[in-house]
């Protein structure tokens, strides 16, 4: 079974400035997606981000980005330019060959003007 | 597309109630999924449809719990009777996943519903 980690439980960061949000996460699979998605105070849950494990390449978004560690098992997200709609709660997913999500128990963004 | 689409989107009933709650998937999505959300435990799998068919139902907490997919664009979640403890919010979230192709594992979500058992 996977596990997902999701080690600050809240943080905040000041308008237009960039904020890293941290996952690490435990498989012992070897092809498998990772996610991000964001719930905002509308409790709509957004898919932000994906990263696919074979690929070295960080995913990137706009302003959303990611730093894939592999061999960390590690899972980053940047938002840079931080808006004030960014405020909500982050969720770091792993995604296995069987079409199953694992989520981190989140992270609580406030973005402060 | 619509998205997947939740009804209701509140709920408030008294302990010992049935509630049912509804889910339409997105159009041309095989799998779907029931979670629920609550402060202490976070986001909880509660089962999973793969074409119609109930794939993994370890997540259902009791006998109260139980939910259909009578057809491809149509789920429900029923819980009767209904406890305070059930108070959460409800999600539904469906994927066009086929076996084998992991670039489709990406789950849309619905809005949910937000349960509240007095």
């Known amino acids: 079974a996977q596990t997902v980690t999701q080690s600050q439980p809240e943080m905040s960061v000041q308008e237009a400035e960039t904020v890293t949000l941290s996952c690490t996460y435990d498989?012992?699979?070897?092809?498998?997606?990772l996610f991000w998605y964001k719930q905002p105070p509308s409790r709509q849950m957004i898919l932000v981000i994906r990263q696919e494990a074979y690929k070295q390449q960080n995913a990137t978004e706009n302003r959303f980005s990611v730093n894939f560690q592999k061999a960390a098992k590690s899972f980053s997200l940047k938002i840079s330019d931080s808006q004030l709609g960014d405020t909500a709660m982050y969720f770091c997913a792993f995604g296995d060959a069987g079409n199953m999500l694992t989520f981190g128990g989140g992270t609580r963004l406030m973005v402060k003007p | 597309d619509a998205g997947v689409i939740q009804s209701p989107r509140h709920e408030v009933t008294e302990m010992g109630q049935e509630v049912t709650l509804r889910c339409k998937p997105i159009?041309?999505?095989?799998?779907l999924f029931w979670y629920r959300q609550t402060m202490m435990r976070g986001l909880e799998l509660l089962i999973y449809?793969?074409?119609?068919?109930?794939?993994?139902d370890s997540g259902m907490p009791e006998d109260r719990f139980s939910a259909k997919m009578p057809n491809a664009s149509f789920s429900t979640l029923k819980i009767q009777p209904s406890e305070p403890r059930d108070s959460a919010v409800y999600f539904c979230?469906?994927?066009?996943?086929?076996?084998?192709?992991?670039?489709?594992?990406?789950?849309?979500f619905g809005a949910g519903t937000r349960l509240s058992v007095l």
């Open positions: 979230a469906s994927s066009p996943w086929t076996s084998g192709d992991l670039a489709k594992n990406i789950q849309y």
């Open positions: 498989t012992s699979e070897s092809n498998y997606y």
């Open positions: 449809f793969n074409n119609n068919v109930p794939i993994d």
């Open positions: 159009s041309g999505h095989n799998s």
